[in-house]
């Protein structure tokens, strides 16, 4: 179990671990020569004398502490990157994935990639139906037309003599796309579907389930050929 705001993952970014460093050795080396400056002040010997054509302490120090300044923002724009590399967990619950250690060791990730997935088991159960692209659209239109929610049954994998009814209550508002484009097979869309009634007994986080959604009455030839119907068509159309 992990609360909201713990830290579930954090990444490595080597270039960045190397900026962090180089910054942090000209803040050293600016602070070092701010110091003997400081010193070099001090003496008035040292500080009335030529200084081989170099810039006066005086200068030469104000020079150094507006680069420090710089190198100081410049720094703390690095630690807040490097803290945006801890992933923390948005809300309390359950780490569903498993065997985490041995799924993220040194492994690459790109920007937006899924990592962990974690439940709120004591928020009531939720089933996510994955329905292909070409059906989608009747759910998004008996949705429209009902005054209500759809209604659902679900069928768990580990139970599959209940059925436990449920609602749709979030239908995605975009289609995946995989990075083929159009050449690539079409990813489902995701229906969250929340069960009402009694928390079935057998239902466990990531459980496979049988998902049916009522988008109304058709008639018998139209569910037996709609797929006909849709290819023939989509033949002719493109």
Request: hydrophobic share 45%; net charge neutral; with cysteine.
């Amino acid at each position: 179990m992990v609360s909201q705001g713990d830290v579930l993952v954090v990444l490595k970014d080597a270039e960045l671990d190397l900026q962090l460093q180089q910054v942090r050795g000209e803040i050293d080396a600016a602070r070092k020569r701010l110091e003997t400056l400081a010193v070099a002040r001090t003496d008035r010997r040292l500080r009335d004398e030529e200084n081989d054509g170099r810039l006066p302490l005086s200068a030469e120090q104000r020079q150094l502490e507006q680069r420090l300044a710089s190198l100081d923002a410049q720094y703390g724009l690095l630690e807040a990157r490097r803290e945006a590399l801890a992933i923390r967990s948005p809300i309390a619950g359950q780490v569903l994935t498993q065997d985490v250690h041995t799924l993220l060791k040194s492994r690459p990730v790109d920007r937006g990639q899924v990592l962990l997935t974690i439940a709120d088991a004591s928020g009531g159960w939720e089933a996510v139906a994955r329905v292909p692209q070409r059906h989608v659209g009747r759910i998004v239109e008996a949705q429209g037309e009902a005054a209500a929610p759809l209604e659902a049954s679900v069928r768990l994998a580990g139970d599959v003599a209940a059925r436990h009814a449920g609602r749709v209550v979030e239908i995605s508002s975009a289609a995946p796309l995989e990075a083929d484009g159009l050449e690539a097979p079409a990813r489902p869309v995701d229906v969250r579907i929340a069960l009402v009634g009694e928390a079935p007994a057998a239902a466990r986080p990531g459980m496979t389930a049988a998902v049916r959604i009522y988008c109304g009455r058709r008639s018998l030839g139209y569910v037996w050929l709609h797929d006909v119907a849709a290819t023939v068509y989509r033949w002719l159309t493109f």
